[in-house]
């Protein structure tokens, strides 16, 4: 137990130790030389290491915006937070070793399936195959599963899903990069497929965000930073303002707050800045070492990585779609607690990450205008869902939290409804 615990918590849940080791097997699969297969599995481990570290820029960044947000606009309610969902599933509810074993055995069900199946996807992003367990684990035992029967119907449910999404979200993200090299690992697949569904419907014949052409004097915005900070400066600014001195202070320290929040505004721009030379860095060495794994083990064989791979591709959708997604989740904040559910306080980080991928889902089939009306329905779907779980989980245990990762959520769900009438067959 300790060497699965070892493997697990410290190899396993380390993403770029686990690609780099990928890119490993697969060079040397491939009989290139030594210091190929060297230099190819670094670059591939640096690579994500540096998409890592611009994604953490980012995080602390919207952590402050977070905070004067919710501080600015005086708004209560729950924010939605997978990680706080799995702390007390292994902490408060002793699921630790089932959770850290149903990672594995997913892991483990993902490579039989993708080579016995026709989806030929290696999902390589382990934060979220972390969360997968998390929500099979709790859902399968509040089923009344236990032991080996939760942990491998568990991996079973979520190896299903680790193979599925990223087969369903391909045929957007092939016309997103123009190549079928790679795919998208990443558990919201299902929210991006409905933004995706309403931007086609609304944004027919609608011009890309890429081609957005600026007049002569502000052909500036064409550069990808500059545009993402003229958005994101204002919008921290005026927010800060609302928050007022004496909080902002707080957070700022020896620095006005005014100035601190400005800067804050630039540092997501560094770090959206240096996640983008991370994705390039990475796809320039995890593709080509990628072949080996489908020449020998999974044949044709494909890397299902995290969302950020995309955002080099369509970067003024991801902001579009920040922004729309991040409007339909405050409209969302406001409308549900009418219908008697919880306020859900938007989450920034799920609405960079997941909205701005969506943003990209969306411009590919309905270009500006399927952003615009497509991501605020995103917004407001992905505060729904948490919203009407919110009492489930409370039911569980869980206190004052919920969850917007839609597919490990459904996963769980399904999982969940699948064995309760089972188990009360035999009870």
């Given at each position: 137990m300790a060497v699965?615990?070892?493997?697990?918590?410290?190899i396993?849940?380390?993403a770029?130790i686990?690609?780099?080791l990928?890119?490993?097997?697969?060079?040397?699969?491939q009989?290139?030389?030594?210091?190929?297969v060297m230099?190819?599995?670094?670059?591939?481990?640096?690579g994500?290491?540096v998409?890592s570290?611009?994604?953490?820029?980012i995080?602390?960044?919207l952590?402050y915006?977070?905070?004067?947000?919710?501080e600015g606009?005086?708004?209560?309610?729950?924010?939605p937070?997978?990680?706080?969902?799995?702390g007390?599933a292994?902490?408060?509810?002793?699921?630790a070793n089932q959770?850290a074993?149903?990672f594995?055995?997913?892991?483990?069900?993902?490579?039989?399936?993708?080579?016995?199946?026709?989806?030929?996807?290696i999902f390589?992003?382990?934060?979220?195959l972390?969360?997968?367990?998390?929500?099979?684990?709790?859902?399968?035992s509040?089923a009344g599963?236990s032991?080996?029967?939760l942990i491998?119907?568990?991996?079973?449910?979520?190896?299903?899903?680790?193979?599925?999404m990223?087969a369903i979200a391909?045929?957007i993200v092939?016309?997103i990069?123009g190549?079928?090299?790679?795919?998208?690992?990443?558990?919201?697949?299902?929210?991006?497929?409905?933004?995706?569904?309403?931007a086609?419907?609304?944004g027919k014949?609608s011009d890309?965000?890429?081609?957005?052409?600026?007049?002569?004097?502000l052909g500036?915005?064409?550069?990808?930073?500059?545009?993402?900070a003229i958005?994101?400066v204002?919008?921290y600014?005026?927010?800060?303002?609302f928050?007022?001195a004496?909080?902002g202070?707080?957070?700022?320290?020896?620095?006005n707050?005014i100035?601190?929040?400005?800067?804050?505004a630039?540092?997501?721009?560094?770090?959206?800045?240096?996640l983008l030379?991370?994705v390039?860095?990475?796809l320039?060495?995890?593709?080509?070492?990628?072949?080996?794994?489908a020449?020998?083990?999974?044949?044709?064989?494909?890397?299902?990585?995290?969302?950020p791979v995309?955002f080099?591709?369509?970067?003024?959708?991801?902001?579009?779609?920040f922004?729309t997604?991040t409007?339909?989740?405050?409209?969302?904040?406001?409308v549900?607690p009418?219908?008697?559910l919880a306020?859900?306080?938007?989450?920034?980080?799920?609405n960079?990450?997941a909205?701005g991928t969506?943003?990209?889902?969306?411009?590919?089939v309905?270009?500006k205008r399927?952003?615009?009306?497509?991501g605020?329905?995103?917004g407001?779907?992905?505060?729904?869902l948490?919203?009407?779980?919110v009492?489930h989980f409370n039911?569980l245990?869980f206190?004052?939290t919920?969850?917007?990762?839609v597919d490990t959520?459904?996963a769980?769900?399904?999982?969940?409804?699948l064995i309760?009438p089972?188990?009360?067959?035999?009870?």
């Amino acid at each position: 137990m300790a060497v699965i615990d070892f493997i697990i918590n410290s190899i396993l849940t380390q993403a770029s130790i686990t690609i780099a080791l990928i890119a490993f097997a697969g060079l040397l699969l491939q009989r290139k030389p030594f210091g190929e297969v060297m230099s190819g599995s670094f670059k591939t481990m640096l690579g994500f290491l540096v998409l890592s570290a611009g994604s953490s820029i980012i995080v602390g960044s919207l952590l402050y915006f977070g905070d004067i947000f919710s501080e600015g606009f005086g708004m209560e309610g729950i924010v939605p937070s997978i990680e706080a969902i799995n702390g007390q599933a292994m902490n408060d509810l002793g699921l630790a070793n089932q959770i850290a074993l149903t990672f594995l055995a997913i892991f483990i069900f993902n490579i039989l399936l993708a080579r016995l199946t026709r989806w030929k996807y290696i999902f390589l992003t382990g934060q979220a195959l972390l969360w997968m367990a998390t929500m099979t684990t709790v859902f399968g035992s509040a089923a009344g599963l236990s032991g080996i029967g939760l942990i491998l119907a568990g991996g079973l449910v979520g190896g299903i899903f680790a193979v599925a999404m990223p087969a369903i979200a391909q045929p957007i993200v092939k016309k997103i990069t123009g190549t079928d090299d790679i795919a998208l690992g990443h558990f919201c697949t299902i929210g991006y497929m409905f933004a995706a569904g309403i931007a086609k419907m609304t944004g027919k014949n609608s011009d890309s965000t890429e081609n957005i052409k600026f007049p002569k004097g502000l052909g500036f915005l064409s550069d990808t930073y500059l545009s993402v900070a003229i958005v994101m400066v204002p919008l921290y600014v005026v927010t800060s303002i609302f928050a007022g001195a004496e909080f902002g202070t707080e957070l700022s320290g020896d620095v006005n707050y005014i100035v601190y929040a400005f800067l804050q505004a630039v540092q997501f721009v560094v770090g959206v800045y240096v996640l983008l030379s991370g994705v390039r860095l990475l796809l320039a060495e995890i593709v080509p070492a990628f072949r080996g794994i489908a020449l020998k083990v999974v044949p044709d064989a494909k890397p299902a990585l995290d969302c950020p791979v995309l955002f080099p591709y369509a970067p003024n959708a991801v902001t579009a779609g920040f922004i729309t997604t991040t409007i339909g989740t405050v409209i969302a904040m406001f409308v549900l607690p009418w219908f008697g559910l919880a306020m859900i306080l938007p989450g920034m980080l799920t609405n960079f990450f997941a909205g701005g991928t969506a943003g990209i889902f969306m411009n590919a089939v309905g270009g500006k205008r399927g952003v615009l009306i497509g991501g605020i329905a995103h917004g407001f779907f992905i505060t729904l869902l948490p919203a009407l779980l919110v009492p489930h989980f409370n039911s569980l245990g869980f206190v004052n939290t919920t969850a917007t990762d839609v597919d490990t959520v459904t996963a769980g769900l399904l999982f969940e409804w699948l064995i309760h009438p089972i188990m009360n067959l035999f009870a």
